[in-house]
């Protein structure tokens, strides 16, 4: 990430982001954001909600791995947990070098996800399961209906693997802010569903391209 969207996000958050110039012997956030400037915005929603949820939470690393965002923390709770790893599911979503709708790129053994300028293998990937919804889910753009995929995707992981009940999502467009309502979840589906809902209303819901708030630069 370049050095002046790191020192953003560090003077935004200090307290989260205390040991960011610490010793490596304590702390890997020493090495920075290990990723690029494609998720500042994402890494920006982490941050909010995991400052709001807990004050005492501190970040230990921030990377990309296997080609998506891993974002560890502590101390943790389902709610942060939660949030780490929708991050984690939505990532796979965004361009790690410029924010667009990206799919899986394989390059020389490598996982990354990329969008159409920067992945050569984008239309090879083009199937993914949206393109089977005509276009939207529950009348919404096109970027807001994968993020939600991905959502309920992540949800129905959650319940398996806990054995809980399934969570039913709704989800609707109401004067251009997306709202979701989560029934039968617990903290961490709430997590879950903070962390999509943040960022969907950051992005512009078809181009998913981050809309720069007023008298923020973003790079």
Same mark, same amino acid.
């Given at each position: 990430m370049k050095p002046e969207l790191d020192e953003q996000l560090f003077r935004k958050y200090p307290a989260l982001y #205390? *040991?960011?110039h610490? *010793?490596?012997?304590i702390t890997l956030m020493c090495f920075g954001f290990e990723c690029g400037d494609g998720w500042y915005t994402l890494i920006d929603v982490v941050s909010e909600l995991m400052t709001k949820h807990n004050s005492e939470i501190t970040a230990i690393q921030v990377k990309e791995k296997f080609g998506t965002l891993r974002y560890y923390h502590g101390p943790v709770d389902d709610y942060s947990i939660a949030v780490e790893q929708a991050a984690e599911f939505?990532?796979?979503?965004? #361009?790690? /070098? #410029?924010?667009?709708?990206?799919?899986?790129?394989? *390059?020389?053994?490598? /996982?990354?996800?990329l969008c159409k300028e920067h992945n050569n293998n984008y239309f090879a990937e083009e199937n993914s399961s949206i393109n089977s919804l005509n276009n939207s889910m529950f009348d919404l753009g096109y970027f807001w209906s994968e993020m939600l995929l991905k959502l309920i995707e992540l949800c129905t992981l959650h319940a398996q693997q806990n054995e809980t009940p399934p969570v039913l999502i709704d989800a609707n467009n109401i004067h251009g802010k997306l709202f979701i309502t989560a029934v039968g979840g617990d903290d961490f589906i709430k997590g879950a569903v903070d962390l999509f809902v943040a960022y969907a209303n950051r992005v512009d819901e078809c181009t998913g391209l981050p809309i720069e708030p007023k008298g923020e630069k973003l790079g």
């Open positions: #205390c *040991d960011r610490a *010793d490596p012997k939505l990532s796979s979503l965004i #361009c790690e /070098i #410029c924010s667009a709708p990206a799919r899986r790129n394989y *390059d020389s053994g490598w /996982i990354s996800f």
